[in-house]
Every structure is written in structure tokens, then in C-alpha cells.
């Protein structure tokens, strides 16, 4: 079976600071990874996803994430965040081409929430 | 672009009413799902539907039916509502084409509340 656990329920941070959101991941078996973010009053939207090749994956609004398989773990990055980036983070893993379920598994969340 | 609807935005029911949710996707995608999300738990799967007519239990089925009669629509129902199923339901959808790789589209989610 697979799992996810985000590691931070909320991350506070202020406005054009670092930050990461972390994710990690169990799973006997190869895996594709998702980060997905949730505005308010909206429904989730994909960020990025790691299917195979390069370990550091960059998504849309200056998002990236990198894919350690050793640590098992897919923390999602952001050099300079904005107020809008308020939201709900997402990691979700699916599995990959040698078993596992293919039905989503998603983690508990992490509400990041930018300050001015 | 994919486009997910959800029948409502907002919906308040009284304990023990049959209640329909109802999601629409236009990207003639297999499979589709219902989520209930809930503070501090994340997104729990209720049910999933691979195509027309298949549906497979998720973690959370109990007091809950879907109905997937055509491709477009996937249908949660709850049988008689109760005050314990007051949520958030999300809707998505997915290519069924190789799997797991696929990006899932959601749509903007219907809060139930149950009186």
C-alpha cells in the first residue's frame, strides 16, 4: 500500500521569503508524485508531477520540487512567495508501471499562509 | 481547457433527505472520482468509477451510492443524510490512458450541510 504524510499542517511565512513544503512518501513500488494547490473557495489544480527523468521537476507559478528517492521524499520549493500563494498544498502519489494502486493517495495537506 | 462542474455550489438538507451531487466533465475522460474533504484530513476518496457502469469503493463508502450511467456525469448520492456528512464533496476527473500518470482536473466542490 501507499501513503503520504505532509509533514506541516500550516507553514506562516512572509511575503518574498523561501519557503518548503514537505512530502514524503511510502511505497514498495515505483510511484509518480503530485503536488496539487487549493485556492480558497476553489477546487484543487495541478502545480507539478514527477513521472520519470530528472529529479527536480518545476511547475507553474515559480513552484518547483525535487524527487529524492533515497529519502523518499518529493518537498515542494519556492525561492520568493507571494501573498496570492496562499493556499492548501497537496502531495498526492500514484503508482508507477510495476504495481501498486493507481488510484490517488493523497496527504492530509498543508496550509500555507503568506504574510505581509 | 477541462472543465469539471459540480451541480451546486452551496447545499443545506435536513437529516434523513435523499441527496444527489452531481459532476459533469467535457474531456471524455474514464475515470472519475468523489472526494470528501474535511479540516485536518485531507481528501478521502468515496467512490471511483474506471468508465461507464464500473465504480470501486474508496475508503470512505458508507452512506453514500454513485451512478454512472453516461461518460460525462458522475453521480454521489446520499441515501439519507446525516449531520456526520456534512462536508466539502470534490469532484474530479481523469484519462484513463496509462493510469496512475495522469493528471487529475477537479471541479470547484459542493459544501453540504446536513441539518
Known amino acids: 500500500a501507499q501513503s503520504v504524510t505532509q509533514l506541516d499542517s500550516q507553514v506562516p511565512v512572509f511575503e518574498e521569503a523561501p519557503v518548503e513544503l514537505r512530502c514524503n512518501y511510502s511505497s514498495s513500488v515505483s510511484v509518480y508524485l503530485f503536488w496539487y494547490v487549493q485556492y480558497p473557495n476553489q477546487g484543487l489544480q495541478l502545480l507539478l508531477k514527477?513521472?520519470?527523468?530528472?529529479?527536480l521537476v518545476k511547475g507553474i507559478n515559480g513552484f518547483e520540487a525535487e524527487f529524492n528517492k533515497s529519502q523518499t521524499s518529493f518537498h515542494l520549493r519556492k525561492p520568493s512567495v507571494h501573498i496570492s500563494d496562499t493556499a492548501e498544498y497537496f502531495c498526492a502519489v500514484t503508482r508507477g508501471a510495476s504495481g501498486g494502486s493507481y488510484i490517488p493517495t493523497f496527504g492530509r495537506g498543508t496550509s500555507l499562509i503568506v504574510h505581509p | 481547457d477541462v472543465k469539471v462542474t459540480q451541480s451546486s455550489r452551496y447545499l443545506v438538507k435536513r437529516t434523513g433527505e435523499k441527496v444527489f451531487l452531481e459532476c459533469v466533465q467535457d474531456?471524455?475522460?474514464?475515470?472519475m472520482f468523489w472526494y470528501r474533504q474535511d479540516p485536518g484530513l485531507g481528501l478521502r476518496l468515496i467512490y471511483f468509477?474506471?468508465?461507464?457502469?464500473?465504480?470501486e469503493k474508496g475508503d470512505i463508502p458508507e452512506g453514500y451510492s454513485v451512478s454512472r450511467e453516461k461518460k460525462e456525469r458522475f453521480s454521489l448520492i446520499l441515501e439519507s443524510a446525516s449531520t456526520n456528512q456534512t462536508s466539502m464533496y470534490l469532484c474530479?476527473?481523469?484519462?484513463?490512458?496509462?493510469?496512475?500518470?495522469?493528471?487529475?482536473?477537479f471541479g470547484p466542490g459542493t459544501r453540504l450541510t446536513v441539518l
Open positions: 474530479a476527473s481523469r484519462s484513463g490512458l496509462a493510469g496512475g500518470l495522469n493528471t487529475q482536473y
Open positions: 474531456m471524455d475522460h474514464e475515470n
Open positions: 468509477s474506471y468508465d461507464v457502469k464500473m465504480k
Open positions: 514527477y513521472l520519470s527523468g530528472s529529479t
